[in-house]
């Protein structure tokens, strides 16, 4: 189990199970997973997606905002 829902209430963790479950059926496994990292560590592993996109050559229609540079 994970540590931060250890710290919850069983119904506040019945209610982060659920929200978790959402996402991964909505998004898929990895965004269900950054969706539970700490904001600094989710930046920086969107700002890490971004820049691995361009590396490999993916083009932006527009440049995201306030992730990068």
């Not at 506040?12 to 496994?29: M, N, P, T, V």
Request: no cysteine; aromatic share 6%; hydrophobic share 35%.
């Amino acid at each position: 189990m994970n540590t931060t829902l250890q710290a919850l209430s069983p119904s506040q963790r019945k209610i982060s199970k659920i929200r978790i479950e959402h996402l991964r059926s909505a998004f898929g496994d990895e965004i269900a997973r950054v969706s539970q990292l700490p904001l600094m560590e989710r930046y920086r592993y969107v700002a890490w997606m971004i820049d691995n996109g361009r590396k490999h050559g993916v083009k932006h229609s527009r440049e995201p905002r306030g992730v990068t540079e």
